[in-house]
């Protein structure tokens, strides 16, 4: 039998010898190693402006690692174990370096500096609970400053296709279901079919771009969900549906959104469900009639930060509550000019971003701007 390589096939591999070459130019790439310090001083300049050296692009800002997670994460590097590589991107037009993954590393080191986080459930080095870093001994915080992260640059020949490609694959590699997959999964119920079907609404889609990374993975429900939650339980933020009550401060915002699933899966009736799909719809239509850019944060932004849609959906439906027939007929400088030093953004952060204290205050800034600039 001949091995011989049949002629259209030559001309395949020869198309795919290209194809390959031309792919790998666009992900140019060579390793560094920068100190913590240097990495978290970039990440933390100029951030009243949003114009960090070392920046977390839109569609990876929500902060997730718990108390528990960040504190192990600090704990094995003072214990000198191996870090997973930090991938960053250079971005042609500014030069600055976007975080393709890593981003809640790189916000753990500066909770972690800025004494934000103090270290907890530790068990290996458990003498260290409780402790912050300005507390420790001088020399172990030099230690930690001068510790190198070996990071991977991205040269500025990958566009923003090749990184929101790249995350995908570096998280999609072992990736966890999202928790509104396993919301799906679990919680089934009325209420819980009612907000995947909210999530469908053609206005809120309009208003709502999805990044690449959430793509089919259900945010639009995640969001259509957080609404409802942080609208009903404002402003305490607290589920009084069994006999402990479910505070938001105790939990944290993935397991009170679950609580608050079950809640509404036990006592949702046709009538609370007409009442929501009202509300929902009437803050839908406001915001398209009197936010230039929707839900988004920028105009030419291609996903929805979390924490600005949860500001402007719910601070616009209580608005609502309190003045239903609310006309803006301009919005205030802050949100006219795009301008990103606002007062709105500044309960936002980079950290605790779900802190029931920072989301009220944003929700209020909302609200209160939307009624002391109506007609």
Same mark, same amino acid.
């Given at each position: 039998?001949?091995?011989?390589?049949?002629?259209?096939? #030559?001309? &395949? !591999?020869?198309?795919? $010898?290209?194809?390959?070459?031309? @792919?790998?130019?666009?992900? *140019?790439?060579?390793? %560094?190693?920068?100190?913590?310090?240097?990495?978290?001083?970039?990440?933390?300049?100029?951030?009243?402006?949003?114009?960090?050296?070392?920046?977390?692009?839109?569609?990876?800002?929500?902060?997730?690692?718990?108390?528990?997670?960040?504190?192990?994460?600090?704990?094995?590097?003072?214990?000198?174990?191996? #870090?997973? &590589? !930090?991938?960053?991107? $250079?971005?042609?037009?500014?030069? @600055?370096?976007?975080?393709? *993954?890593?981003?809640? %590393?790189?916000?753990?080191?500066?909770?972690?500096?800025?004494?934000?986080?103090?270290?907890?459930?530790?068990?290996?080095?458990?003498?260290?609970?409780?402790?912050?870093?300005?507390?420790?001994?001088?020399?172990?915080?030099?230690?930690?400053?001068?510790?190198?992260?070996?990071?991977?640059?991205?040269?500025?020949?990958?566009?923003?296709?090749?990184?929101?490609?790249?995350?995908? @694959?570096?998280?999609?590699?072992?990736?966890?279901?999202?928790?509104?997959?396993?919301?799906?999964?679990?919680?089934?119920?009325?209420?819980?079919d009612f907000v995947f079907e909210c999530g469908k609404n053609d206005i809120f889609l309009q208003l709502c771009p999805i990044g690449n990374y959430f793509q089919n993975r259900y945010e639009e429900a995640e969001l259509a969900l957080r609404f409802f939650a942080l609208a009903e339980t404002y402003p305490i933020f607290c589920i009084s549906h069994s006999e402990n009550n479910v505070e938001l401060e105790r939990t944290g915002l993935g397991r009170f959104l679950d609580e608050y699933v079950i809640w509404k899966n036990q006592t949702f009736s046709h009538e609370e469900q007409e009442r929501k799909l009202r509300d929902f719809e009437r803050m839908l239509h406001f915001v398209r009639n009197t936010f230039p850019s929707g839900f988004k944060k920028y105009h030419n932004s291609d996903a929805t930060y979390r924490p600005y849609f949860e500001s402007i959906s719910v601070g616009t439906h209580l608005a609502l509550q309190t003045k239903p027939d609310l006309v803006v007929k301009s919005l205030w400088p802050d949100f006219e000019t795009n301008n990103q030093t606002s007062n709105f953004l500044i309960p936002i952060g980079r950290y605790h971003t779900h802190k029931p204290e920072n989301i009220r205050q944003r929700i209020d800034y909302v609200k209160d701007k939307l009624i002391g600039y109506s007609l």
């Open positions: 039998m001949s091995n011989a390589v049949q002629p259209n096939r #030559i001309d &395949l !591999i020869e198309e795919q $010898e290209e194809q390959i070459e031309a @792919r790998r130019r666009e992900i *140019d790439y060579n390793t %560094r190693e920068f100190t913590i310090e240097l990495i978290v001083s970039k990440y933390l300049e100029k951030d009243d402006d949003d114009l960090s050296e070392i920046y977390v692009p839109e569609y990876q800002r929500e902060f997730v690692w718990d108390i528990t997670r960040q504190s192990r994460f600090i704990e094995s590097i003072i214990l000198g174990l191996p #870090i997973p &590589l !930090i991938f960053v991107a $250079e971005i042609p037009e500014t030069g @600055r370096l976007e975080i393709v *993954d890593g981003s809640q %590393r790189v916000r753990t080191l500066a909770a972690f500096m800025t004494n934000q986080l103090q270290l907890n459930n530790l068990k290996k080095l458990a003498s260290l609970n409780g402790f912050y870093f300005k507390e420790l001994a001088p020399s172990r915080q030099r230690r930690l400053k001068n510790t190198l992260l070996r990071t991977v640059v991205l040269s500025d020949k990958a566009d923003e296709r090749v990184r929101n490609d790249m995350f995908d @694959r570096i998280n999609t590699s072992s990736l966890d279901l999202t928790p509104m997959e396993t919301r799906k999964g679990l919680y089934r119920g009325k209420f819980i």
